[in-house]
Structure formats: C-alpha cells, structure tokens
C-alpha cells in the first residue's frame, strides 16, 4: 500500500509537543510570593533587633527608668540603693536595689573602675581626672547624701588607673597600675584616710606590677595582681600584709608556672 504523504504542521507539532507551563508558572509565582513574604517576615525581625539594641543612647533611659550606655566595671551596695560604676555617661550612678530604678547620677570625667562606701563616702578609683569639672585624678570621694557631688576638699590622687578600693576603719587601701600616688614613689598600692583623703605614710607596701585586686579580713590586707615582688621580696600575684603593723607576711604562694603554656610547671616540692 502506498504511503501517502502528510503535510507537516509546525503549529500542530508545537500544540502536541510542547508542555503546558501554566501550571509551572502558578507555581513558580506561589513560590516567588512565598520567599517574598519570608525575606519581608526576616526584614522585619532584623528591624525589631536593631530597634531594642539602639536602647543605649547618650541619655541612658530604660524599662526601670535606667539602662547604662556603656560597661559597668564596679558595684557597690548600702542598704536599699546599688552604686555602679563605669564607663557609662556620669560614670557613677545610684539606683534603687530592689527595683533598678535610677536615683541620681554623678559627673565623672573617666572611666570608673572602683567602688567603696564608708559611711556618707562613696569612694571611686578609675582612670578618670575630673570630677564635677575639677581635677580628681583617679581617686575621689563623693557625698552620697547630697546626689553624689565631690567633696572639694578630698584630694588625693594616683598616678594610674585605680583598679580597687577596700576600707579598713578609716583607711582606704587602693591597687592598681600606677608608680605614684599621693606625690610619693609607691607602685601598685597605697592607702589615705576616709575623710580627708590625707596620705597614710606609714603604709609603703610597694608591688612591680599591677594590682587588681584587694580584700581585708582578719587584720589583714590581701594583694592580688601580675606581680612578682613586694617590697623587693618574691610575692607572685598573691601576698597579704598586716594591716597594724603594714608588714609584709610570709605567707607566699607559689605560682604553678611561669609564661603562657602550661607545659612549663614547675616541679612541686618534696
């Protein structure tokens, strides 16, 4: 039998060949409005977390009335009301214990590393150098009665950053990285009195390095720091002193090892 000879119809060809895409292309659009509607969904959270971080301003304000706008570094307490201190704006602030809420600010020029309070006291050591506009290297006492100004007439002073505070009776012993204090030759360490700020002379405790730390407990005064000597006599990091006498004690502990790696113990001894 004869084959006969069909002509070819290229749109015939093309209706039966080809795919229908309408299906395709709603699903493509679902899809497209879908990832829309994820990338606006993740837009918007993105938005709402950088709005709650922008809280810290230069005006500290919060859901308790006060949010620090920087760290905090030091606190202290006396009955109902927190002192924190810091490199936030006034670098002091009193709040209430119970609540957060803000009661007043101070205006310290510098960062705040210190707190102590002694009675009406509240001492501050940091590497700040004024106060309420006036010279107050690194030490300072304020009024906590009156809004915590500056007693105008506490003067003394470090010649470096003042890491902590601790009071004995009428004693204030300060640490920290500093060579000078008060006028004197005296690294590391120094003490005045509570309220006149007036150097105590009779304790020249004197460390190579920084102080960090201090603490008072049963008569005696304890140091910690990255020091290696007191007074010329081996202390590493850790030595107490006797706070009636200002002698260095013997108690000294050892360091487990000296430089960064562990590997380099020291051999306990026998």
Aim: positive net charge.
């Amino acid at each position: 039998m004869a084959a006969h000879n069909v002509p070819y119809c290229r749109l015939c060809a093309s209706s039966r060949q080809a795919p229908s895409t309408r299906g395709t292309a709603v699903k493509t659009t679902s899809r497209l409005a879908s990832v829309s509607a994820g990338l606006g969904l993740s837009i918007i959270a993105t938005v709402g977390f950088a709005a709650a971080a922008s809280a810290y301003s230069s005006t500290p304000s919060g859901p308790t009335g006060w949010t620090p706008d920087a760290a905090v570094h030091a606190v202290a307490t006396s009955g109902s009301v927190t002192f924190v201190g810091g490199a936030f704006t006034g670098g002091v602030a009193e709040i209430d214990s119970a609540t957060g809420a803000l009661i007043t600010t101070a205006n310290v020029g510098g960062d705040v590393r210190a707190l102590a309070v002694s009675g009406s006291h509240l001492l501050i050591g940091g590497s700040f150098t004024t106060v309420d506009g006036a010279t107050h290297k690194k030490l300072a006492s304020l009024t906590i009665a009156t809004g915590l100004p500056a007693d105008p007439h506490w003067r003394a002073a470090a010649g470096g950053t003042v890491r902590d505070i601790v009071v004995n009776g009428n004693t204030e012993y300060f640490g920290g990285a500093f060579t000078h204090q008060n006028g004197q030759p005296q690294g590391g360490l120094g003490a005045v009195t509570v309220d006149t700020g007036k150097l105590v002379p009779s304790f020249a405790a004197s460390t190579d390095n920084t102080v960090f730390g201090l603490t008072a407990s049963v008569g005696k005064l304890f140091v910690a720091g990255n020091f290696t000597h007191i007074d010329g006599v081996v202390r590493n990091s850790l030595a107490s002193v006797t706070m009636a006498t200002n002698a260095l004690d013997p108690w000294a502990p050892a360091r487990a090892w000296t430089g960064s790696s562990p590997a380099r113990r020291r051999s306990a001894p026998t």
